[in-house]
């Protein structure tokens, strides 16, 4: 399946509803704040699972990541990163 997701950690707030719609795909670890993708989607039905999960997630935080992102990382970005050209301004 080339379509991979992430849980956005800063705007998880721990309920479940992600784990319910897509259990195969997304845990909630015992004593964890926040839900992680320990699966990437393997067919179509999961595939639609992790699509429903992310509809269904009250704030936004499950995002569709393109699919050369590291596959089960919880999220895709290690953040921005400002242009090259602002680095060199700044000096």
């Known amino acids: 399946m080339s379509r991979q997701f992430t849980v956005d950690e ?29 699966q990437q989607p393997r067919n179509d039905e999961e595939e639609q699972d992790c699509e429903e999960a992310a509809d269904y997630c009250p704030t936004g935080g499950i995002h569709e990541t393109p699919a050369d992102a590291e596959a089960g990382s919880s999220q895709g970005s290690d953040g921005p990163h400002p242009p090259k050209d602002l680095d060199a301004a700044a000096s």
């Open 10 to 38: 800063s705007l998880c707030i721990g309920c479940g509803l992600c784990h319910e719609r897509a259990p195969e795909n997304v845990e909630m670890l015992p004593g964890a704040a926040t839900a992680r993708v320990t």
